[in-house]
């Protein structure tokens, strides 16, 4: 390894570290708010090709496909040739990979600009919270990430309005262009201030790359095909698909030092409870966001317009109390501090579910709100431990891990509701809502074990 620099050792000069940061969020910001606000345009994008509703979906598909394949492969590449190259890349080529997407000429084109876009968030995801470990100094690292969970927490919130205004007054296309000129400037804002990456001398072990696309790709590919009815063989391929893979990979990885997938940092017991928590987090939220506009709309009785003003409460309240958990991350125990969050999570959602049908939509905000403020009470620690548990130079590993686990939590979760709410028998969403608070109950008891010293 090459000897330390300014972004290995966190000591970066405060301006620079700020322009670097201003580029990190308006990224971060961008690439969650382009996948937010592609979904709104599918009924758009489908009656404008001509083409069946439901064919529409692949492009959310194939883009999370990408995205989840390549997290952990391109991760270890970014440990090898410096993250900020792997970053700066992987911005330039969703500004090129946008433009592509809003010029297609037909739904086949849009399809692999969109697998291509996803290979490049993938580049950009795969290092991000790696770099917030590698230019902040450790005391300021909660705060970093509750500021990063700030901004994409508001593109959340902000995607379904600004993809519907665009959609309104201008095209669909637009949802795409308008990633161009941030990415773009995000990109141009982080290499002129950040220094060069350090290289380390390891080798980059393709096989290991291919098998780890192989083992998420198709557990995500199956975990997804479960909530689709009569897709059960292509559920069972996929999950099988990747527990070979996995099995492959693993016994391949087994004696490694730093292997791709971080099988050294899941033996320090911190991070591997930390993982777990996650993946009960996540699994968690999407349950709810899946099932809460159908109770909203079904038991509640509330118009579309009022349910998505009503579900903005929950990353709205994210967005207000992310930082200040950082902050209240840089100086209490971490575990306890992610526990109680998830138990505010449970609490918020029994709350919802338990609610008469004679609730109004003030009743039901904050309900929700409480739910965003228990995520935000736990995102941020929960990360702050992942980071704070791993070794400096296993940042990137550490960052692909986080990225991964709440992929696969979220399609978890997608798949739970969607195996519910088939059913269709009333009530359905309540029993989604009720098993979401398990998982945030799993979560908290799992976070409470690091409670005595979460690096360890």
Same mark, same amino acid.
Not at 79 to 100: D, H, N, Q
Not at 280 to 296: K, N
């Given at each position: 390894?090459?000897?330390?620099?300014?972004?290995?050792?966190?000591?970066?000069?405060?301006?620079?570290?700020?322009?670097?940061?201003?580029?990190?969020?308006?990224?971060?910001?961008?690439?969650?708010?382009?996948?937010?606000?592609?979904?709104?345009?599918?009924?758009?994008?489908?009656?404008?090709?001509?083409?069946?509703?439901?064919?529409?979906?692949?492009?959310?598909?194939?883009?999370?496909?990408?995205?989840?394949?390549?997290?952990?492969?391109?991760?270890?590449?970014?440990?090898?040739?410096?993250?900020?190259?792997?970053?700066?890349?992987?911005?330039?080529?969703?500004?090129?990979?946008?433009?592509?997407?809003?010029?297609?000429?037909?739904?086949?084109?849009?399809?692999?600009?969109?697998?291509?876009?996803?290979?490049?968030?993938?580049?950009?995801?795969?290092?991000?919270?790696?770099?917030?470990?590698?230019?902040?100094?450790?005391?300021?690292?909660?705060?970093?990430?509750?500021?990063?969970?700030?901004?994409?927490?508001?593109?959340?919130?902000?995607?379904?309005?600004?993809?519907?205004?665009?959609?309104?007054?201008?095209?669909?296309?637009?949802?795409?262009?308008?990633?161009?000129?941030?990415?773009?400037?995000?990109?141009?804002?982080?290499?002129?201030?950040?220094?060069?990456?350090?290289?380390?001398?390891?080798?980059?072990?393709?096989?290991?790359? !291919? +098998? @780890? =696309?192989?083992?998420? /790709?198709? *557990?995500?590919? &199956?975990?997804?095909?479960?909530?689709?009815?009569?897709?059960? #063989?292509?559920?069972?391929?996929?999950?099988?698909?990747?527990?070979?893979?996995?099995?492959?990979?693993?016994?391949?990885?087994?004696?490694?030092?730093?292997?791709?997938?971080?099988?050294?940092?899941?033996?320090?017991?911190?991070?591997?409870?930390?993982?777990?928590?996650?993946?009960?987090?996540?699994?968690?939220?999407?349950?709810?966001?899946?099932?809460?506009?159908?109770?909203?709309?079904?038991?509640?009785?509330?118009?579309?317009?009022?349910?998505?003003?009503?579900?903005?409460?929950?990353?709205?309240?994210?967005?207000?109390?992310?930082?200040?958990?950082?902050?209240?991350?840089?100086?209490?125990?971490?575990? !306890? +501090? @992610? =526990?109680?969050?998830? /138990?505010? *999570?449970?609490? &918020?959602?029994?709350?919802?579910?338990?609610?008469?049908?004679? #609730?109004?939509?003030?009743?039901?905000?904050?309900?929700?709100?409480?739910?965003?403020?228990?995520?935000?009470?736990?995102?941020?620690?929960?990360?702050?431990?992942?980071?704070?548990?791993?070794?400096?130079?296993?940042?990137?590993?550490?960052?692909?891990?986080?990225?991964?686990?709440?992929?696969?939590?979220?399609?978890?979760?997608?798949?739970?509701?969607?195996?519910?709410?088939?059913?269709?028998?009333?009530?359905?969403?309540?029993?989604?809502?009720?098993?979401?608070?398990?998982?945030?109950?799993?979560?908290?008891?799992?976070?409470?074990?690091?409670?005595?010293?979460?690096?360890?």
């Amino acid at each position: 390894m090459t000897a330390s620099c300014p972004e290995e050792t966190g000591v970066l000069p405060p301006l620079r570290r700020k322009i670097v940061f201003a580029g990190m969020i308006v990224a971060i910001g961008s690439v969650v708010m382009d996948n937010v606000a592609v979904t709104l345009a599918l009924p758009s994008i489908a009656q404008h090709y001509g083409i069946d509703p439901a064919r529409s979906i692949w492009l959310v598909s194939i883009y999370q496909l990408t995205l989840v394949s390549c997290l952990l492969p391109l991760t270890a590449l970014a440990e090898k040739i410096g993250y900020s190259r792997v970053y700066i890349v992987g911005l330039a080529a969703f500004a090129v990979t946008a433009i592509m997407s809003t010029l297609a000429p037909d739904f086949r084109f849009l399809a692999m600009s969109r697998a291509a876009q996803g290979l490049a968030a993938s580049a950009v995801m795969s290092v991000n919270m790696a770099l917030i470990r590698t230019i902040f100094p450790e005391r300021q690292l909660g705060r970093a990430l509750g500021i990063n969970a700030t901004a994409g927490a508001i593109a959340i919130s902000a995607g379904p309005s600004v993809a519907g205004f665009l959609i309104e007054y201008a095209s669909w296309q637009w949802i795409f262009a308008i990633g161009v000129p941030t990415t773009a400037v995000a990109a141009l804002m982080t290499r002129i201030a950040l220094p060069a990456s350090p290289v380390r001398a390891i080798r980059y072990d393709l096989g290991s790359a !291919v +098998l @780890s =696309a192989l083992t998420f /790709g198709g *557990l995500l590919w &199956g975990i997804s095909s479960l909530g689709q009815n009569g897709k059960f #063989a292509l559920a069972a391929l996929g999950l099988g698909m990747g527990a070979v893979s996995g099995t492959v990979l693993v016994a391949r990885l087994r004696n490694v030092a730093e292997p791709m997938v971080p099988l050294d940092l899941l033996r320090i017991p911190a991070f591997a409870f930390s993982v777990a928590a996650s993946i009960c987090a996540f699994t968690a939220q999407m349950l709810a966001f899946v099932s809460l506009p159908f109770l909203m709309q079904g038991k509640f009785g509330l118009s579309v317009v009022e349910a998505g003003l009503v579900f903005s409460f929950w990353p709205l309240a994210l967005a207000a109390t992310a930082v200040l958990s950082g902050m209240l991350a840089d100086r209490v125990s971490q575990g !306890v +501090l @992610s =526990a109680s969050g998830l /138990g505010i *999570l449970a609490l &918020g959602l029994v709350l919802v579910v338990m609610a008469t049908g004679a #609730a109004t939509p003030g009743d039901l905000a904050w309900r929700l709100a409480l739910c965003g403020l228990g995520f935000a009470l736990f995102q941020t620690p929960n990360n702050r431990i992942l980071l704070g548990a791993s070794p400096r130079w296993r940042a990137g590993a550490a960052s692909g891990a986080i990225g991964t686990t709440r992929l696969l939590g979220q399609a978890l979760g997608a798949a739970l509701a969607a195996l519910v709410l088939s059913r269709g028998a009333a009530g359905h969403e309540g029993l989604a809502l009720w098993l979401a608070g398990g998982f945030a109950f799993c979560g908290a008891a799992v976070s409470l074990l690091r409670y005595r010293d979460p690096w360890k």
